[in-house]
């Protein structure tokens, strides 16, 4: 009995020394379950910014398809619509300085400038603007329009401007070229082609032509005898000289021409335009300058300069972003040697490039009233 007992003893013992079995299987399993979820919490945390590079990526690559989808497209719409070429010729829906009153020169520092309305056709009318010469500034200060029109008539010279593309009369570059030309004594008489500014009418080569005709007779009709010389800037050039080469045809020529940074030619222009992104453009010619051309825009300046007639002064700055120095010496070199100018002078007056006045500051220049005479 006393040996049965000690048994049954020492095996209770044995039982309460040994683990449960229950309790090592949790405990195994408890061991095994954290090294997992950490195991997980690393993972999510490198899935995480890996998911933000995958989708900024993309983004990225969706805006690049979308942008390269609309470059190629352009070119088409430019193919099928025609119209939207010639708007970007003649920027005249480009209104600089925005918020001005042309019927106000005097805010633009013009005070002895008087504002007109001419109509060279049925339903279009044009804004002028004509400035006199500094000497008459005093006596011009509060006189209607019929005065200025007589002032006209006194004696000095007589200049037409015509303007560039984009903005308006009241642009400030032109605004200072006519306080310079008035300080040397001319009248300046100058206008928006219909279309731009406050004038009426829709822009074409051919109108944009016709009003400075008509502009101009309406100064031949008042100025008398005194010179009268005709001044394109850019595009203007190509107005300058589809004019002139009318008047001479017509045996009415200006006094001379001025061109300031002017082309050969629209399409040549607008394949050395260092704006033009499509330069390099399959079939650039087929897709931007046929629409040009289809348009009615030449402004053959290379061409035109074969009939004039009269003195020539070119003017261009070296650094010109925008009417590219070397159309403006080409130009030059075909006039030189047309048989139109052998009894007239033709000069070219390049500006270096270290004086800054790219395409429209040329006016800035000291030797101007050298140049000029």
Request: aromatic share 12%; glycine share 6%; net charge positive.
């Amino acid at each position: 009995m006393r040996k049965r007992n000690e048994s049954v003893t020492v095996e209770h013992e044995r039982a309460a020394a040994a683990p449960a079995p229950l309790d090592k299987g949790c405990s195994l399993r408890q061991s095994l379950r954290l090294p997992a979820a950490a195991a997980a919490a690393a993972d999510t945390g490198m899935k995480r910014p890996l998911g933000r590079r995958y989708g900024l990526w993309f983004r990225l690559r969706k805006l690049i398809i979308w942008l390269l989808g609309v470059y190629i497209a352009i070119p088409f719409l430019v193919k099928l619509c025609p119209a939207i070429q010639a708007k970007l010729v003649f920027l005249n829906f480009v209104r600089v300085p925005y918020f001005i009153d042309l019927k106000r020169p005097q805010d633009q520092g013009l005070n002895h400038t008087c504002n007109y309305y001419l109509q060279p056709e049925e339903d279009v009318t044009i804004g002028v603007w004509h400035t006199v010469p500094a000497a008459l500034w005093k006596n011009a200060r509060g006189k209607d329009q019929l005065w200025f029109e007589d002032a006209l008539g006194s004696s000095h010279p007589v200049i037409l401007y015509l303007h560039g593309n984009a903005g308006t009369r009241g642009g400030d570059h032109r605004v200072e070229l006519y306080k310079v030309l008035s300080s040397l004594g001319y009248h300046v008489v100058t206008f928006d082609y219909r279309g731009w500014g406050d004038s009426i009418g829709s822009p074409s080569e051919r109108g944009m032509t016709y009003d400075a005709l008509h502009v101009f007779d309406w100064i031949k009709a008042r100025s008398g005898d005194n010179p009268v010389y005709i001044w394109g800037h850019s595009l203007g050039t190509g107005v300058a000289t589809n004019l002139v080469r009318r008047l001479c045809e017509r045996e009415t020529p200006p006094d001379a021409l001025i061109l300031e940074s002017p082309f050969t030619n629209i399409r040549e222009e607008a394949r050395s335009h260092p704006f033009s992104i499509y330069r390099y453009f399959p079939g650039f010619d087929w897709f931007f300058l046929d629409p040009i051309t289809t348009s009615g825009i030449k402004f053959a300046n290379d061409e035109n300069v074969k009939y004039i007639s009269c003195s020539l002064l070119i003017l261009h700055a070296e650094d010109d972003p925008v009417v590219p120095f070397h159309l403006g010496k080409k130009l030059y070199n075909i006039a030189a040697t047309s048989r139109s100018f052998r009894d007239y002078k033709v000069q070219f007056v390049p500006f270096h490039t270290d004086l800054g006045y790219r395409h429209k500051y040329i006016y800035r220049s000291p030797e101007l009233p050298r140049i000029l005479r």
